[in-house]
């Protein structure tokens, strides 16, 4: 077992037998959430190092051991208010194509804090690729997402966390997400 592992699953360990106090956080003008109080904010060149993407997320948040994460990121989109069960099909077809296997442990619509939200936590596999020349292992995440519309925007709130610290952070993503506060001015 790598070191890196090790560590992780003895700070989850440890993790489990404490609460984890949320903090609030102002992402930007607009967004504000509850967060773990050991949760910094990546640099852009931390960003860029972690996701590769044509669009940076708003921000990303992580643990001090830097594997589990929350992001925020704006999409101008042509979705409606009334689109989010449309929506919501085509969020879930999409999540299902990045990853070789998913499972789904709740996929809906929820009101949080006066606003509706598609909700999707699951559990996503990619599995390695036995034609590689390294023999590198399949990677289970455990994932928890929720999209809104705003103003023709959508803006994505993103959990995620290696699948053997899920029991550890399932709660508190959902927890997290419940603080989530959007004003309609993005």
């Not at 390695?128 to 994505?156: F, G, P, R």
Request: net charge negative; aromatic share 14%; charged share 25%.
């Amino acid at each position: 077992m790598s070191l890196k592992l090790f560590l992780i699953l003895f700070f989850s360990y440890l993790a489990l037998f404490q609460s984890v106090p949320l903090v609030k956080v102002k992402v930007d003008d607009n967004i504000t959430v509850s967060l773990p109080e050991d949760f910094q904010r990546l640099s852009e060149a931390e960003v860029n190092l972690k996701y590769i993407s044509s669009k940076q997320p708003v921000a990303v948040y992580s643990d001090r051991s830097k594997v589990v994460d929350f992001s925020v990121n704006v999409a101008f989109s042509k979705w409606r208010p009334e689109d989010l069960e449309m929506m919501r099909g085509f969020y879930k077809s999409n999540i299902m194509g990045l990853y070789d296997e998913v499972q789904f442990i709740n996929e809906s619509v929820e009101e949080i804090n006066d606003r509706k939200y598609v909700v999707f936590e699951f559990v996503s596999t990619v599995r390695a690729d036995e034609d590689e020349i390294l023999n590198t292992e399949s990677i289970s995440k455990y994932t928890y997402i929720q999209y809104a519309i705003v103003n023709y925007k959508t803006v994505l709130f993103h959990f995620n966390c290696p699948y053997l610290i899920k029991d550890q952070w399932s709660n508190v993503a959902g927890d997290i997400m419940q603080t989530v506060r959007i004003k309609n001015k993005i």
